[in-house]
């Protein structure tokens, strides 16, 4: 599965990099935000745009999400 990891990233580069990564690979893919809320507020609303479906990776990590086509 391919990972975007955007620790390291500053903010306003992630629209461009999370948009990009979503809509030229094969989903499933995984999108490890870390725990930021800023971060995912970034992330989340970008998904919802296009909509794709995504979940956390686990419980125990709730910064790493799986994205996959909406049903």
Do not use: A, C
């Not at 990891?5 to 629209?15: A, I, M, T």
């Not at 725990?35 to 998904?47: A, F, G, H, R």
């Amino acid at each position: 599965m391919e990972t975007l990891d955007l620790h390291g990233v500053r903010h306003r580069d992630v629209e461009r990099l999370v948009e990009n990564f979503v809509l030229l690979n094969d989903l499933p893919v995984r999108i490890i935000t870390g725990n930021s809320p800023s971060m995912k507020s970034i992330v989340l609303p970008i998904l919802t745009r296009h909509q794709f479906n995504w979940e956390p990776e686990s419980y125990w990590n709730l910064g790493s999400l799986i994205v996959s086509e909406s049903s």
